[in-house]
Nanobody, 124 residues
Framework: QVQLAESGGGLVQAGDSLRLSCGAS????????MGWFRQVPGKDREFVAG????????NYSDSVKGRFTISRDNGRNMVWLQMENLKPEDTGVYYC?????????????????WGQGTQVTVNS
């Protein structure tokens, strides 16, 4: 099992930056692909960014490409999502996720472990 805990969410203004952090509970974190997803009430959870086990491959949704950056440090069992130039449509609960296949998967079904989420609210 991999337990994940997100932090760093908050209330910001459009154009601001925010950095989300996700800590994993076990040493085998380095074998897992990691991802960030977000969800708003009444909508499906959507992919934001993914990173492969060694950071060699990253994927982003079109809506955040060029503004968000996913990174990881396997020695610290941490993954981050740096968010720049935030927009009101970036508002949602952001979830950290891990997959056993070590890939930068872009689908919800590609991940087996999920954190509890952290709220990001962007005011216009």
């Amino acid at each position: 099992q991999v337990q994940l805990a997100e932090s760093g969410g908050g209330l910001v203004q459009a154009g601001d930056s925010l950095r989300l952090s996700c800590g994993a509970s076990r040493r085998l974190f380095s074998n897992n692909g990691m991802g960030w997803f977000r969800q708003v009430p009444g909508k499906d959870r959507e992919f934001v960014a993914g990173i492969s086990w060694n950071g060699g491959i990253t994927n982003y949704s079109d809506s955040v490409k060029g503004r968000f950056t996913i990174s990881r440090d396997n020695g610290r069992n941490m993954v981050w999502l740096q968010m720049e130039n935030l927009k009101p449509e970036d508002t949602g609960v952001y979830y950290c996720a891990a997959n056993r296949r070590a890939t930068a998967s872009t689908t919800v079904s590609g991940y087996q472990y999920w954190g509890q989420g952290t709220q990001v609210t962007v005011n216009s």
